[in-house]
């Protein structure tokens, strides 16, 4: 969240956006819980990063970048470009690049039940990557059943075979495979999110889960903060 920033998020749902006239007053005070955390807390400090970063580009799939594809498809277009920013400069850099997506059974989650039953929009084509992403031979995919890359998954192993140190993060949905993604990250590595990278349908989710990953995860930067960093590597 940008303070002083009173503009509708231009991405998810118009339906699932702030009321115009509550928006001024909830990032107020969520810049306000920032300061209080910072001050008395000690929370909130930057993590920074670190020697040996990777990228990781969660769900940017046609199910969730299609807005024609409901319900979960909606408008990210400005996810999607912020995210092809970093991905440039990440391949410039030479660093490790993932990207997550679920397999073509994910009407069959397994475990428990979830409240998000209907996967009947998953399939095999609403599941490929975004075209714009225009991924490269040499850039891994995860296939993820669950909230978090991590779950399930042999991310883990891979990033630490590689000596990551950082892994920065793009892409949806804030409140759920994004912050799942960081919270499980922030235990190995140091989390650094792009900021205009992700997003989700709702705003107010949006909203609140990027502060709490702000508070107590890891940082949330400009993206041409670390499109900066990232150009330093070369």
């Not at 002083?4 to 699932?16: Q, T, V």
């Not at 006239?21 to 990063?49: C, I, N, T």
């Not at 277009?77 to 410039?92: G, H, N, P, Q, Y």
């Not at 069959?108 to 998953?122: E, H, I, W, Y």
Request: net charge negative; hydrophobic share 40%; glycine share 6%.
């Amino acid at each position: 969240m940008t303070e002083g920033r009173n503009d509708p998020s231009p991405f998810g749902s118009r339906d699932l956006r702030l009321p115009d006239e509550l928006r001024p007053a909830l990032r107020q005070h969520m810049a306000d819980l920032r300061k209080r955390y910072s001050s008395a807390l000690k929370w909130g400090d930057r993590v920074g990063f670190g020697e040996r970063p990777a990228l990781i580009v969660i769900d940017l799939a046609l199910a969730w970048t299609d807005p024609n594809r409901l319900p979960f498809g909606t408008n990210v277009d400005s996810i999607v470009e912020a995210t092809v920013r970093l991905l440039d400069a990440a391949r410039s850099a030479g660093i490790p690049i993932f990207f997550t997506t679920s397999p073509n059974d994910a009407a069959a989650l397994p475990g428990r039940p979830t409240k998000t039953q209907d996967k009947s929009a998953f399939n095999e084509q609403s599941l490929q990557l975004d075209p714009r992403l225009d991924r490269r031979d040499d850039e891994k995919i995860v296939y993820k059943y669950y909230a978090s890359s991590f779950k399930g998954t042999n991310l883990s192993e891979m990033l630490c075979a590689l000596n990551v140190d950082t892994l920065i993060v793009t892409g949806v949905s804030t409140s759920h495979c994004v912050y799942a993604t960081c919270r499980d990250a922030a235990g190995s590595f140091r989390v650094v999110v792009g900021r205009e990278a992700v997003g989700e349908r709702c705003e107010l989710f949006h909203e609140v889960n990027l502060l709490d990953i702000e508070i107590d995860i890891g940082d949330v930067l400009p993206v041409d903060e670390i499109v900066a960093y990232l150009a330093g590597l070369k």
